[in-house]
């Protein structure tokens, strides 16, 4: 195995500045994801920055009455998220996007931190045998011919069609998250939809963060009364298994009509995905099977499917009709 | 026969493995033992033009870096043996397929030899590789007479079978490649001494590594010791395979005794898998539902070094009474590692025979349970002996348990809230037995009453410690903690393989005569004896139990083993001899029911019972244990598993069980199983078969058939993935 140093700190600053000086460095929290990888031979960091100390998990309610948000530690391991009383009374979308993450034993292990930086799954970037743009730079993406079928149809590049993992991930971005950081030129907050890149023709380049900058805390609007959420994952196998396709709703009515609503996706695209043209299709008009089939057709315009992954096209449009026949019964 | 035998026993190894106890190959501590670790080819076909182990070699601690310019020239074991590879890599340049190795390292350290075989660098004369079976299938061909003779095979007459059918079903499947993915991964710890060679060794034949190892090596069989007293699953991954040869010629090369564990990703190339196949089923009926004629066309994907068929097509063969019948067993060479057994080569093909079935029953408008009854076997349709399984049984109890009359065959009538309902039915069937070379056992009765019974054989995890033990206690008349059962020894009495369901019907007549002979044997030392209280007794009238020897209608008048072998003075020694055994079938009814998802396509399996029949139970806990595992395999075979491979490099792109789906306890339902429990007069093994693989067989087959019944749709390529059903 490869030597990497290894440093452990309680104080944020300092992991900041250890990571910032060392340019392979990475901050390691859970390590769900990050062991796996270095194991693998996909990532080589010279330095690891043991940020499990830091004061960093502590989920609470901030703000007035009006305008609360829910500020989640980036240490909070999902399943102390998922459980949080109002997580779980007021957030729906959020608590079931937790639970249908990974196994019960990684949840107690796994941050909401790196949850949000988790690699993709694609095999070609987890196998340092094979080419791959976002790991090895300029090499080429086999994924494009290859074998395809969990790749993203939405946001992909001729140097990229790796598709995000997270499943908490596509939550906020339905409830319009902020990330809070604290990088080596001090504190700032990135709204979730800026927050992942697409890849382009730098599919290295994942997020907003700089190097060395570290995720402090999520912060979740707690949504007006009567809004409604919701998440659907759409798997291989009954649990324990990445997103084929997924889809999280915000909806609130006004009587039979949408006031207002939030739509994202995961497994069809390279970053959590948000459709304004299909919120569009949908805000202000009654959900019948007419609209929401409108509201899936402007979701997938854009697509442009691989060998293997047409099937997500139409997989993700049934999809929402589900997540949204769940939650707007009264239709 | 004492109610030791069919009691649900827990296994006799059981504490020891839960507290770690057990030593498995890996646990085994060799004094001064180093590391290996492999280094794998990244293309699939070509030839190695250089390979740089400079800075492999300049790893701290690292012994050696062994490539095929370097490693000792070893000889390619037979097949007979049980090493199914056509050749040893490392022996020249030549690439037959990605993930062979291309070097072996040692180093003190497993760390150490992990990071210098990661910068073994090799350079290539690569070709592309050709790895997509249906861009070959017109390159497929019949190989010559094998394993269980011709592979194009006719019996009776086809074309008068044809004009005798007034229904007819043509349908093409396939399935795809998958691994066995044991818990326990492959490992070899090496040792020599002087030309001696231990080595503990994972492995599911004792016997085999032994003779692989020796030919490799030109030694004598006697001068390799193969030892392996637990292994983690093995489903047909662990025979001898090339790492085994290369740890031992390491170990000899740095004089030292080497370790060699491979990875998870490793072992997706290091030994054999289940092989693509491509499967054409036509089958010919009367209105009545009787068959009239059956063709089967089997084309399995075979790498570019071997010829291996071992069956496939055995289940249309011989389980239904069938009087015109072609069999094909092809081949299509890619460039791809072995393809062999993974479980079974009877699960895809009896999957693909049991779906068209279900096509069958509709084409002549039957309930599928009643087709198959009306084709159900009663004399064995090779030899003309009359069956001894009990298929119409399982049939019909499993029906009952399920409650499958109160099925509606209407495709997408049954439904339970938004979820669409399918209820589907297969046989199972394979094999039992038949593998050359049984066992032989060794019984040795010590004055502490104790008695050490031994034989060659190997518990691959289905509980074969825990069934001989039963059989020993029971022949001997003591209790079963009175027996210490050792096994995974090529130093014991000799036994074959565990393979093909044949430990059973190998071991137990070797053990049952050798535990019997002992009996017998203390029993006339106690009536010789006169201080026993059975002296001068008629041995016909003694019996055994619980550790005591007494007279049959005076059990007052008793001794006891631990006093009679006491007083003899040295413990009592008697070897069993090793039986025949015949190749026999076990079989079953797989009933199941599946929901999907109307919109999403997801399909779950919520209901299964299985009723099998497999001769007389020796355990029903360890047999039930196996019912269930079987069954769960057969869901990873319908449902999830999958190996992918990139089609430009060759390589497998889903070697971790992240990537490669096996099902999880949430798509395991709850399960019915039960037992026919007769004894089968033709097995000599107090009358129980073989019954391993037999579970695995049917259930996938009644799962696709469920997933019909539920939505109309039939979907003839697995697995059955929810895209197909989009």
Known sequence: ?????????????????????????????????????????????????????????????????????????????????????????????????????????????????????????????????????????????????????????????????????????????????????LGPGGRRAIAIGDFHREPGAAPERETALRHGELITAVEV????????????????????????????????????????????????????????????????????????????????????PRTHNAFKVELVQRALHEVLGALGDDR | MSQLIGRPVARVEARAKVTGAARYAADA???????????????????????????????????????????????????STGYFKGFVPLQDDVIHHAGQPVALVVAETLEQAKEAAGLVRATYDAEPPRVVMADAMDEAYVPPPGFDGPNDLTRGDVDEGWAEAEASVDVTCTTVMQHHNAMEPSVTLAAWDGDRLTVHESTQGVTGTQQSLAHAFDVPTADVRVISPYVGGAFGAKTTWPHALLTAAAARHVGRPVKLVLSRAQSYTSHGHRPETHQRVRLGARRDGRLTVAEHVTTEQMSRTEEAVYSPNAGTRVHYAIPHLRSVQRLVRLDLPT?????????????????????????????????????????????GEPVNWHQARCLNRGAELFGWADRDPTPRSM???????????????????????GGGARATLSADGTALVQCGTQDIGTGTYTA???????????PLTSIRFELGDS??????????????????????????AARDTVVRLAVDDPESPLHGRDPERIATAEGHLFVRDDPERRDSYAAVVGRHG????????????????????????????????????????????????????????????????????ALTEHTLVDAASGRVVTPNLSGYLVPVNADVPDMVVEFVDEPDPASPALGARGFGETPSTGASAAIANAVHHATGRRVRDLPLGLDRLL
């Open chain 2, 339 to 383: 393809g062999i057994f993974a479980r079974s080569p009877e699960t895809t093909t009896l999957h693909a025979l049991e779906c068209a079935l279900d096509e069958l029953s509709l084409a002549v408008g039957m309930d599928p349970v009643e087709l198959r009854l009306r084709n159900a076997a009663t004399e064995h349709p090779e030899t």
């Open chain 1, 221 to 304: 609007p707690l949504p007006r009364r009567g809004t409604r959420s919701g998440y659907l994952k759409v798997r291989d196998r009954a649990t324990f298994e990445f997103a084929v396709v997924s889809a999280a709703a915000v909806l609130r009515m006004d009587g039979r009509t949408v006031r207002d609503i939030a739509l994202a996706f995961g497994g069809i695209a390279t970053r959590p995905w948000r459709s304004a043209a299909a919120e569009d299709a949908l805000r202000g008009r009654r959900l019948t099977d007419d609209t929401v089939a409108a509201a899936g057709r402007a979701l997938v315009a854009g697509a442009r």
């Open chain 2, 570 to 637: 040295s413990p009592v020694v008697v070897h069993g001899q090793p039986g025949n055994t015949t190749a026999l079938r076990s079989t079953g009814a797989v009933f199941v029911e599946v929901t999907v998802h109307p919109r999403l396509g997801t399909v779950r399996v919520r209901r299964v019972v299985g009723v099998f029949d497999a001769g007389r139970i020796l355990n029903h806990r360890t047999t039930r244990s196996q019912a269930i595992g079987g069954i769960i395999w057969s869901i990873g075979i």
């Open chain 2, 415 to 437: 439904r339970d809230g938004g979820l669409l309902v399918g209820w589907g039915v297969a046989s199972a069937s394979h094999v039992a037995g038949g593998i050359p070379g």
């Open chain 2, 468 to 478: 001989l033990s039963q059989v020993s206690a029971d022949r001997l008349g003591m």
């Open chain 1, 1 to 181: 195995m490869r030597r990497f140093d290894y440093a452990r700190t309680s104080r944020a600053g300092e992991a900041v500045d250890l990571v910032a000086g060392e340019p392979t460095g990475a901050f390691v929290a859970g390590g769900t994801d990050l062991l796996n990888l270095m194991k693998d031979g996909a990532e080589a960091p010279d330095l690891v920055v043991d940020i499990n100390d830091l004061p960093l998990s502590d989920v609470e309610v901030v703000g007035e009455a009006a305008r609360e948000r829910l500020r989640i530690g980036a240490l909070a391991r999902l399943a102390d998220v998922a459980a949080h009383p109002r997580v779980s009374r007021e957030l729906p979308v959020l608590t079931e996007a937790l639970l249908a993450t990974a196994s019960p034993q990684v949840r107690n292990m796994a941050t909401v931190g790196g949850n949000l930086m988790q690699r993709t799954r694609c095999w070609y970037f987890r196998d340092p045998d094979f080419a791959c743009n976002k790991r090895a730079p300029g090499s080429g993406c086999p994924a494009q011919e290859g074998q395809n079928r969990w790749h993203a149809i939405l946001g992909g590049s001729d140097h990229c069609i790796a598709v995000h993992p997270s499943d908490l991930a596509v939550a906020l971005r339905a409830l319009d998250a902020t990330v809070h950081t």
């Open chain 2, 491 to 516: 130093d014991l009495p000799s036994a074959p393989v565990s393979a093909g369901s044949a430990t059973l019907q190998a071991t137990v007549p070797s053990v049952a005569a050798a535990c019997g």
């Open chain 2, 29 to 79: 501590q060799v004094a001064g033992a180093a590391h290996g670790f492999l280094a794998l080819s990244t293309v699939a076909r070509g030839v190695i033009t250089g390979i740089d182990v400079r800075a492999a070699r300049a790893v701290p601690g690292v012994l050696a870096v062994l490539t095929h310019e370097t490693m000792p020239r070893l000889r390619a074991p037979d097949a």
